[in-house]
């Protein structure tokens, strides 16, 4: 009853460096997406999928970027960290085309220094 | 673009009371409205979704309202208990997959 799993649950990075924020869910669901969270504004969305082969951008898509290569995986990944994306970030799926709830993972804590 | 307000941005009530959160949004063109609860360090969970042509979901102590026309909804809690504190927040899915969020409301419920 996995549901939706991120890692890593921490991570420090130095500016310049890059890594990728792993998501993976067992739900099967077409639909997943990825947001930050910052004090006082609410999850913004970065970008997100509606299926294999097919991704696109959101709110604050910048300094990121994702692929989908499964049903089950969406990571996204930082190709050159900067100080600006120390936040929160917390990947959900849901199935497309029905009124279902969004189901979250427990999100990534990241801080880049 | 779309535009989620939350208000108040924090409540303190004693333990027992009624009360209501508000979430306003911009563009009365949605598919659906769900609220989230989030504890300290955890993801969201979803508590209530109102499909855009439904007024009102009702989950046991929760019951949520939505009136499109005005970009407004409201989720009201009964009997509130200390469980209950945690952030809410409330989003709205537009017709073209993406969730906008508002800010949340901070409920801390005191024994």
């Known amino acids: 009853n996995a549901g939706v799993t991120q890692t890593p649950k921490f991570q420090v990075l130095k500016t310049g460096q890059s890594m990728t924020l792993q998501c993976a869910q067992d739900?099967?669901?077409?639909?997943m997406s990825w947001y930050r969270q910052d004090p006082g504004m609410g999850l913004r969305l970065i970008h997100y999928?509606?299926?294999?082969?097919?991704?696109d951008q959101g709110e604050v898509p910048n300094g990121y970027n994702v692929s989908r290569s499964t049903t089950e995986d969406f990571p996204l990944r930082l190709l050159s960290a900067a100080p600006s994306q120390t936040s929160v970030y917390f990947c959900?799926?849901?199935?497309?085309?029905?009124?279902?709830?969004?189901?979250f993972g427990n999100g990534t804590r990241l801080t880049v220094t | 673009k779309q535009e989620v307000t939350q208000i108040p941005a924090a409540l303190s009530v004693p333990e027992g009371e009624n009360l209501v959160l508000n979430c306003s949004f911009t563009?009365?063109?949605?598919?659906?409205l769900q609220w989230f609860r989030q504890d300290p360090g955890k993801g969201l969970t979803s508590l209530l979704l109102?499909?855009?042509?439904?007024r009102e979901q009702t989950s046991g102590r929760l019951n949520a309202s939505l009136d499109k026309s005005s970009g407004r909804s409201t989720l009201y809690i009964a009997a509130s208990q200390p469980g209950d504190s945690a952030t809410y927040l409330c989003?709205?899915?537009?017709?073209?997959?993406?969730?906008?969020f508002g800010s949340g409301t901070k409920l801390n419920v005191k024994p």
């Open positions: 959900a799926s849901t199935p497309v085309g029905h009124n279902s709830p969004l189901h």
């Open positions: 739900m099967n669901h077409e639909y």
């Open positions: 999928s509606v299926g294999a082969g097919i991704t």
């Open positions: 563009d009365s063109a949605i598919y659906n």
């Open positions: 109102i499909q855009s042509s439904q």
């Open positions: 989003a709205v899915r537009d017709n073209f997959n993406k969730f906008y």
